[in-house]
Every structure is written in C-alpha cells, then in structure tokens.
C-alpha cells in the first residue's frame, strides 16, 4: 500500500510539473513578443510573404541566412553560410557586426541574456 502511495504521490507531482512548465513557456513567448515589437517590428515583418527594410523573420529559427526571396542581402550575410540556429541568434542579438561583419543591419544589442532567451522563445512560434 505504501509502494502504491508513493508511486501516485509522484505521479501527481510530475503532472503538476507539466502545466507550470507550459505557463512558463507561454510567458517567455509573451515576453518575447514585446521585445520583438520594442527592437525588432520597425525593419522586419513577421508575415511570410513581406519583407520590410529587413526581411521578414517568419520561420526564422533553423532557416539559412540571406535565404528569404525578394530581399537584397549585404554580401557578407550571402557569403556567412550560417543557419539562423538557437546560438547563432543568440550571437546575433547579442553583437550581430561579431557574428557577421559586414553586414548593414544596424540594432541595438539585447545584452540581458534571459532577454534574448525570451525573443528566441517567440521566434520559435513563427511558424
């Protein structure tokens, strides 16, 4: 009785896990949204489709750089071959002239890494 006791005790904790689990997650996309829309919404769209004076960032997370059609990249981003992968966004936020000199995207560095985190977790729903 004691063995079967336990063994709900924590199976009900691991289920309380999930659901703290997927507010936190919803928080961090929403905090992400708002720094998207503070640094990022006055050059890039988040529509397929449209690119803005930068391109869109839809799909963004896994894409090749320089990759998006109808955009005119710098030559730096079209040589890079880097993949927009979780780290190299986080290098990107962080300095993007370090990632890629060269390129002509100007941006004011996100040095808070926990904000990065958050723009990274909205990106990710760009799908």
Request: neutral net charge; hydrophobic residues 45%; proline residues 5%.
């Amino acid at each position: 009785m004691k063995t079967i006791l336990l063994a709900s005790l924590a199976l009900s904790s691991a289920l309380a896990v999930v659901p703290a689990a997927q507010a936190d997650e919803k928080a961090m996309e929403a905090a992400g949204r708002q720094l998207f829309a503070h640094h990022c919404t006055a050059c890039h769209s988040l529509d397929s489709s449209e690119n803005a004076f930068g391109p869109s960032l839809f799909g963004v997370v896994d894409r090749p750089a320089a990759s998006v059609p109808r955009f005119a990249y710098s030559k730096a981003m079209q040589a890079s071959g880097i993949t927009w992968t979780e780290d190299n966004l986080r290098k990107w936020i962080t300095d993007n002239e370090a990632l890629v000199p060269g390129t002509r995207m100007r941006h004011v560095a996100i040095a808070d890494p926990a904000e990065r985190d958050y723009l990274i977790s909205f990106l990710h729903t760009l799908r």
